[in-house]
């Protein structure tokens, strides 16, 4: 990473002294990446990335189509190799100890994932299921879950009935069943209304101030990004930027962050 890049909820760079979060000092990293690339033939989709997240942080990785949001996503997800670099998720190296670095993920991506055929229920049984969460434990969190989501009188609906809104929220429940210090989100909103953009947010919020559990948040819309505690600008593999919404802007130039990105990325 550039040193001229300050961090926000994410240590310190040379020459830009931050206190650190109060969560940071009981625990390391959630995510810490070091130097990552990956490539197909002769385009770099990351090309040398370098971040890290402290317990407690809600991020945005903001940037356009073909950034290469989705293939960091699809590499801390463990579905593709990086071709070089490191990743390591609350301390656990994805690449030697793939198991234990995912079993500290939530992710929800940009497509959906559930079974439309199942019940809600079922949907988030099995989840549990696979993360070897004992019955009970399952049973109580996903009663209390989709109860905070209001999504307990659907429970034992097809995940068909249901609005787009209301999967994305099970998704959610989904993602954070298990309680991973690391949360993925990629592009969530899509086809979501205002209503629904600005619950499912909120519930991630909720989450990073009561576990200290970390969000990164991919999206190409600023407005989204202006919502989060700090923006990290990727374009054409690199991160351009890395801040406060105020700080990302000032670095690229300074005007709104909208106009700033734009000019960035244009």
Not at 102 to 110: D, E, K
Not at 113 to 125: F, I, P, T
Not at 126 to 152: K, S
Not at 192 to 200: G, H, N, T
Request: aromatic residues 4%; glycine residues 10%; hydrophobic residues 40%.
């Amino acid at each position: 990473m550039a040193p001229d890049i300050p961090q926000v909820c994410g240590g310190q760079v040379s020459g830009y002294n931050r206190s650190p979060m109060t969560a940071s000092t009981t625990a390391g990293p959630r995510l810490q990446i070091d130097q990552l690339g990956k490539r197909y033939g002769p385009r770099a989709a990351l090309d040398g990335l370098s971040l890290t997240l402290q317990p407690g942080c809600f991020a945005a990785l903001l940037g356009p189509n073909g950034a290469g949001k989705s293939t960091l996503f699809q590499v801390l997800t463990g579905l593709f190799a990086a071709d070089a670099g490191q990743v390591q998720v609350d301390g656990h190296d994805l690449r030697t100890h793939a198991v234990a670095a995912l079993r500290h993920i939530g992710v929800v991506f940009q497509a959906m994932s559930l079974d439309l055929d199942l019940s809600v229920a079922r949907n988030l049984r099995f989840h549990a299921d696979l993360h070897g969460l004992p019955r009970a434990v399952a049973a109580q969190r996903i009663a209390e879950d989709t109860a905070a989501a209001g999504l307990d009188k659907d429970l034992d609906r097809p995940v068909r009935e249901l609005s787009g809104g209301n999967r994305r929220k099970v998704e959610l429940v989904r993602a954070l069943l298990h309680r991973p210090g690391l949360v993925l989100m990629d592009e969530p909103t899509v086809g979501l209304d205002p209503k629904s953009r600005r619950e499912l947010r909120q519930r991630l919020h909720d989450d990073v101030r009561t576990r200290a559990s970390s969000v990164l948040w991919a999206t190409h819309l600023v407005e989204e990004a202006e919502a989060a505690d700090r923006v990290l600008v990727l374009h054409k593999g690199k991160l351009l930027a890395d801040g406060t919404p105020a700080e990302v802007a000032a670095t690229l130039g300074g005007g709104t962050l909208e106009e700033a990105f734009i000019r960035a990325t244009a």
